[in-house]
């Protein structure tokens, strides 16, 4: 994990396009990462689905979680704890304190949002939120006149 003076990104999605672009990522508590490829069939085909997903989860990010996107390019300049390199693409990696977790083993949108959650990136659900769950019905009683 990289810790040269720069701050965590916290709670959002990142495009990463230049390699200045890395190191607040690498200091995230947490990481959810997709390593693509220019020209890969499947990065194409699932691009869909991770923007959909990234779309979805946008406002109900925790705040000491980061969702990025690094082309193969930015690989050398990507440097974790433990060494971690992809082995195809695209490849969906989750990340603790900069160790390796986990592979997304599902490419689709359910699939995604299944890891988001069991890896506790999104926000619990309350009742305020909407985007989630709505507010629970109440059920009234009705009495009955004879």
């Known amino acids: 994990m990289l810790t040269g003076g ?4 916290k709670g959002k999605y990142i495009q990463i396009k230049k390699k200045n672009d890395i190191p607040p ?3 995230a508590t947490k ?3 997709r390593f693509k490829m220019d020209g890969c069939a499947h990065c194409v085909n699932s691009q869909k689905d991770w923007d959909k997903a990234c779309k979805t989860v946008e406002g109900a990010l925790n705040p000491e979680c980061v969702i990025a996107e690094v082309e193969t390019k930015l ?7 433990n060494g971690f390199e992809p082995n195809g693409f695209p490849t969906h990696a989750v990340f603790k304190n900069g ?5 997304a083993q599902d490419r689709t949108f359910k699939g995604l949002m299944n890891t988001l959650r069991k890896h506790q990136f999104i926000k619990k659900r309350t009742q305020h939120n909407g985007r989630f769950r709505r507010r629970p019905r109440t059920f009234r009683r009705r009495s009955f006149h004879y």
């Open 6 to 9: 720069k701050t965590a990104a």
């Open 25 to 27: 990522v690498l200091n």
């Open 31 to 33: 990481l959810f990462c």
């Open 75 to 81: 690989l050398p300049f990507f440097k974790l704890k």
């Open 99 to 103: 160790n390796h977790v986990e592979d």
